[in-house]
């Protein structure tokens, strides 16, 4: 049997030389890799600026988002607007930045909606299978044939424009996709030979679940969560734009691109920062999952 | 020495789109009691559901499996929980079935907690410690992560998983396989020591049959679902009397550039199992197959004391093959 | 074989090939020489990430740039140096001088072309000649190796993992190559289809005279196959030799162990001798003899200085300081 030697001089000044890397779990491994990504730190970085934005827009901002000034209506970007403003004299600066605010938060909203519903549909299909498996999926299939822009019409023109409306109508249009990646992520690790292993050192399902399924599919689905983000708020600039999205005066990004449209040929500054605020927002959260899916699953890279 | 395992007409077959695939057909075993049980055949030759079928971790189609003869197969919750300890099992790739996400002391834990076998944090941490050296791992990778250890050591932790609840009787699935020549040899001489020194039982499960005949007090050579002979090791390589272990044994290429031996090369390519003929299955490949061999199954005999061999021509092919 | 020993097919003068990795430089290969006759069978052995594989592709110059990096050596194939060809001529010298055969034969065909337009296809790359004479010479690779050209018009997955491994041989020797690298080309398959391909290409290379660098980490294999045989460890030849050399009186620790580690079937061994500890962690080798923390056998010296390769009888090359001193 092997049994500890005890070290020879050299062995001793080896070890001395070459000092063994100290232990990492997977997690601080996925943190090195994500740290290491430069994309993924920009992305994170530009996310971390919009949560502070968000979270002092009433700070920061000059103005409020709705105040109007007729007199001052139509101006290009200068020092006391920093965007100009728009049709009615509202700060678009002050515009954009509480447009932080609701666009993240709504976003937030969706997803978490998103995950509670379709989310928890996909985890208990993947895990039970069979009928119930056939049945949730087909159900999905159905909802991801409808055209999500399509199923936001329907919504709001049943029930009026609004937040809550909103956040129904994404939140049907995401259930599939969601539900389908989280069905996978949880297959895979039922299907993985640990759980097998587990199984015959006599692990109960409970504790299989606790200690083998979930830590095992976090990292997957916060891949997906913050995937979703960014296609959320996708989603609802494009509802907003066609208006079948929130009302005006909700300084929402899309919102107030949709305002804008009208003006874009003689004043593009009306569009041109929103738009890029949507961009750049977007941009950041697909960053930010690439970065994360490369450092917390190394395998599909 | 009694008889500690037993399997009597054991079957599973599995439903597939083109039949019914008879993985495991009809297969009877005993084992000794502290002795080791070789299973070898190649992919596909239901070795491994034999395996799993033992574990309980699936339901035979029919037959009993006798563990210190209480039949295991019906039992279910609480009287399984207590036979569930005593069959333990070491994978073949300790790459895959490690939760990467625990640290060595932790999968070492887990069988001990889910048993309750030792109560209390300290008892948990000093057995596992305690497993540990038995299996000859280094204290200071209690907290590492599987990815961070080699074949061998990662190996190492799923036999000390295995040995946590004390068990009598150990299915061991191609454990060496996966590993380097070098570190395989350490891991059967681990397994081998185990054995002496807590009187274990194994199931020795495996392609490679240099590694059964090393570690094998008995040999059974299986042959799509079917075992087609079985006796005692040392019976099996001086004495091979079925076609398909005697062109087993000829196909391993020996390092030794002394021996020259006569390959008997077969025909053909492993088939599964699907709807099998009533007849032996191995005729198509067999070099001394007739039309006997075709009409009816052979039945699963015993030709000399001790020495099991399913099939029609035993005795006839024999003296023509001898090198 | 060896009589028609004019330029040998391959020529590797001092090899170091390095992977460049977030956890640090990995030395895969290190100061590796050997050439292979024409005609020639050279087995290459060493256990899981010993640097045969690194080897073979750097023989072909398939190692991906980055990570990996040749910082110093030179191949030649049949002559040429292969550092300073370029992609274009290159792949001209793949198929026609060299091909090269991987382990799994699953993932080196093309799930959606049939088997013999596989075969064909390189022909038609390599010789100037019709699509059908491709097609006719593609049938005739099948046959020799084994397979019916009736089976030209089946997709892989219509074959069993031998027959796959048959038709990448048979893609491999299309072209007539005059070095055929093996890289363990049966580890995939069991035994009773390895038996039957291993014998197989023993007969093809004795038919058409190629030479053959079969890697692999079974011994077993070596002995039947080869003429001579490297053993490599951390990413170094450690002994070289023929078989005689190698199997009967084998001078490096490391090579005795690896005997020694084999369960044997001609002998009964009632306990094996595994060598002790772990494959050295390849991107932190020491500077003195990198196997000298696992060997039974190592002096004061081991610990201060690194052993060249040094050939100890004609023909025989060991990598050890104590080799050929008598044992204690």
């Not at chain 1, 978490?112 to 985890?123: E, H, R, S």
């Not at chain 2, 059967?188 to 495996?206: A, C, E, P, S, V």
């Not at chain 3, 080798?285 to 040094?310: I, N």
Request: charged share 20%.
């Amino acid at each position: 049997m092997a049994k500890i030697k005890t070290p020879t001089p050299a062995m001793v000044r080896y070890a001395k030389k070459h000092k063994r890397p100290k232990t990492y779990s997977p997690t601080r491994d996925a943190v090195k890799r994500f740290v290491r990504n430069r994309n993924a730190i920009v992305g994170f970085i530009i996310i971390m600026l919009l949560l502070v934005i968000a979270i002092l827009a009433g700070v920061i901002a000059p103005y409020e988002y709705q105040a109007q000034d007729y007199a001052a209506a139509f101006q290009g970007p200068s020092g006391a607007h920093l965007f100009g403003t728009d049709n009615y004299g509202r700060d678009l600066f002050s515009r954009c930045l509480y447009g932080a605010r609701y666009t993240l938060l709504l976003a937030l909203g969706c997803v978490i909606l998103a995950f509670l519903t379709g989310g928890a549909l996909g985890i208990i299909a993947g895990y039970f299978g069979g009928t119930v498996d056939t049945v949730i999926m087909r159900c999905m299939d159905v909802l991801q044939a409808i055209p999500q822009v399509l199923l936001a019409i329907c919504i709001t023109s049943a029930l009026g424009n609004g937040v809550p409306q909103m956040l129904t109508a994404i939140m049907f249009s995401s259930m599939p996709i969601m539900s389908k990646n989280c069905r996978a992520a949880i297959l895979n690790v039922r299907n993985a030979d640990y759980v097998e292993a587990s199984r015959a050192i006599g692990v109960s399902e409970g504790r299989m679940i606790l200690k083998h399924m979930i830590p095992n599919t976090v990292g997957m689905m916060v891949i997906y969560v913050v995937g979703l983000m960014g296609a959320s708020i996708n989603i609802m600039a494009s509802l907003s734009y066609l208006g079948v999205g929130l009302v005006p005066p909700t300084p929402e990004w899309g919102l107030i691109l949709s305002e804008a449209k009208g003006y874009f040929t003689s004043f593009p500054h009306m569009v041109l920062f929103p738009a890029l605020m949507i961009l750049i927002t977007i941009l950041a959260f697909n960053m930010l999952g690439d970065g994360l899916r490369d450092a917390l699953d190394p395998r599909l890279k | 020495m009694g008889t500690l395992l037993e399997t009597k007409h054991l079957k599973k077959y599995f439903e597939v789109p083109q039949g019914t695939l008879h993985a495991v057909d009809d297969v009877s075993l005993s084992i000794e009691k502290g002795s080791t049980l070789g299973v070898v055949g190649e992919s596909g030759c239901g070795k491994s559901t034999l395996g799993k079928l033992i574990m309980k971790l699936s339901q035979p189609t029919s037959g009993q499996i006798l563990f210190d003869g209480t039949d295991i197969v019906p039992l279910t919750g609480k009287a399984f929980r207590s036979h569930r300890y005593q069959i333990q099992m070491i994978f073949q790739d300790p790459y895959a079935t490690l939760d990467p996400r625990m640290s060595v002391g932790q999968l070492i834990a887990e069988p001990l907690e889910v048993s309750r076998l030792v109560q209390g944090k300290q008892a948990i941490d000093q057995r596992v410690d305690e497993l540990m050296e038995l299996v000859g791992l280094a204290q200071r990778l209690k907290n590492s992560y599987p990815h961070e250890l080699d074949g061998g050591r990662r190996q190492r932790i799923g036999i000390a998983r295995a040995l946590a609840v004390n068990p009598q009787f150990i299915v061991c699935d191609e454990p060496v396989s996966a590993l380097d020549v070098s570190i395989q040899a350490q891991v059967l001489n681990l397994l081998q020591d185990l054995q002496r020194d807590m009187g274990l039982t194994y199931m020795f499960i495996t392609h490679d049959m240099s590694v059964v005949k090393h570690i094998s007090d008995q040999i059974a050579v299986m042959y799509l679902g079917q075992v087609v002979e079985k006796c005692e090791a040392k019976e099996l390589f001086a004495n091979t009397m079925h076609p398909y272990s005697q062109a087993l044994l000829s196909a391993i290429p020996i390092p030794n550039i002394h021996i020259e031996r006569k390959k008997i090369l077969l025909k053909g390519e492993l088939s599964s199992p699907i709807n099998p003929k009533p007849c032996c299955r191995f005729a198509v490949r067999c070099p001394y197959a007739t039309e006997e061999c075709f009409a009816s199954e052979p039945a699963y005999r015993e030709v000399k004391p001790g020495h099991f061999v399913a099939c029609h021509k035993v005795g006839q092919h024999n003296d023509n093959n001898k090198q | 074989m060896a009589e028609h020993k004019d330029t040998p097919i391959v020529e590797v003068e001092n090899l170091t090939v390095h992977y460049e990795t977030d956890d640090g430089i990995v030395e895969a290969v290190n100061n590796v020489s050997f050439h292979i006759d024409k005609g020639e069978v050279l087995g290459l052995v060493g256990e899981t990430g010993a640097g045969k594989t690194t080897i073979a592709l750097s023989l072909m110059k398939l190692l991906p740039v980055p990570p990996s990096h040749v910082v110093s050596g030179t191949v030649r194939l049949d002559g040429q140096d292969v550092g300073v060809l370029n992609e274009h001529h290159m792949r001209r010298l793949r198929g026609s001088t060299v091909s090269m055969i991987f382990q799994d034969p699953m993932t080196a065909l093309n799930p959606v072309k049939y088997v013999g337009d596989q075969i064909a296809e390189v022909i038609l790359l390599h010789d100037k000649c019709s699509k059908k004479d491709a097609m006719l010479k593609a049938c005739e690779m099948m046959k020799t190796v084994g397979i019916t050209p009736e089976r030209y018009k089946e997709y892989p997955h219509q074959f069993s993992g031998g027959m796959k491994q048959r038709i990448v041989i048979a893609i491999a020797l299309a072209c007539q190559p005059e070095l055929l690298i093996a890289d363990e080309p049966t580890t995939a398959l069991d035994v009773t289809i390895q038996a039957q391909v291993l014998e197989m290409m023993k007969d093809l290379q004795r038919e058409r005279g190629m030479a053959m660098l079969m890697i692999t980490h079974d011994l077993g294999i070596v002995a039947e196959m080869c003429d001579k045989c490297a053993i490599i460890y951390a990413g170094e030849i450690v002994e070289y030799g023929t078989l005689e050399h190698i199997f009967d009186h084998p001078l490096h620790p490391y090579t005795v162990g690896l005997m020694e580690s084999i369960p044997s079937l001609d002998k009964d061994v009632e306990r094996l001798k595994p060598i002790p500890g772990l494959m050295i962690d390849p991107t932190n080798l020491p500077q003195h003899c990198s196997f000298c923390e696992r060997c039974a056998r190592k002096c004061a010296r081991c610990e201060q200085d690194d052993p060249a390769l040094v050939e100890v009888e004609p023909g025989h090359w060991v990598k050890c300081f104590c080799a050929g001193k008598e044992d204690a």
